[in-house]
């Protein structure tokens, strides 16, 4: 079993959501990173593809 922590964090798609996503990659904390707006996924996938690799974007509706 993993020790490792993982976060779910909402509206990834711009503002604190997206911000709060980076920042716990950073540290090595794997993101599921939701959003309303899939129209707005790159918004959320391309910052955290350059910052980490422990990262899923899931579209919630």
């Known amino acids: ?3 490792r922590k993982v976060a ?3 509206g990834t798609s711009s503002g604190i959501g ?5 920042g716990l990659a950073r540290r090595d ?10 129209g707005r996924e790159g ?3 391309t910052p955290l593809r350059r910052t ?4 899923q974007c899931a579209n919630w509706t």
């Open 29 to 38: 904390i794997r993101v599921v990173a939701t959003m309303r707006d899939t």
């Open 8 to 10: 779910v964090v909402t």
């Open 18 to 22: 997206l911000h709060t996503a980076i």
């Open 52 to 55: 980490a690799s422990n990262w």
């Open 43 to 45: 918004n959320c996938s």
């Open 1 to 3: 079993m993993s020790d």
